[in-house]
Nanobody, 120 residues
Framework: QVQLVESGGGLVQAGGSLRLSCAAS????????MRWYRQAPGKQRELVAA???????FYAQSVKGRFTISGDNAKNTTYLQMNSLKPEDTAVYYC??????????????WGQGTQVTVSS
């Protein structure tokens, strides 16, 4: 069993900052990548940022320069620092991890989601 537990969401004014955390625990052999997605009401879930075990990162164009993803391999944890937040960043943010749960098999796991609300 693998669990992803997110924390750090909340309500913030436009221009403010929040830091999300996602910790993976359980039967983890190795992690390939960890990602943050978000889903706003009435919209499809979209990829916000990703980081590989080697430290390579990806950002959606809408968050480049404002969000920073980082990881702590020893703790199986990823962070999303969100600065200069805008009302359009309001969404439920989900953590995703692609990992090996044994030596040969990998799959995606999802966290339960954390609400981020940015007021104007």
């Amino acid at each position: 069993q693998v669990q992803l537990v997110e924390s750090g969401g909340g309500l913030v004014q436009a221009g403010g900052s929040l830091r999300l955390s996602c910790a993976a625990s359980g039967s983890i052999f190795s992690i390939n990548a960890m990602r943050w997605y978000r889903q706003a009401p009435g919209k499809q879930r979209e990829l916000v940022a990703a980081i590989t075990s080697g430290g390579n990162t990806f950002y959606a164009q809408s968050v480049k320069g404002r969000f920073t993803i980082s990881g702590d391999n020893a703790k199986n944890t990823t962070y999303l620092q969100m600065n200069s937040l805008k009302p359009e960043d309001t969404a439920v943010y989900y953590c995703n991890a692609n990992l090996y749960y044994n030596r040969v098999a990998a799959r995606d796991y999802w966290g339960q989601g954390t609400q981020v609300t940015v007021s104007s």
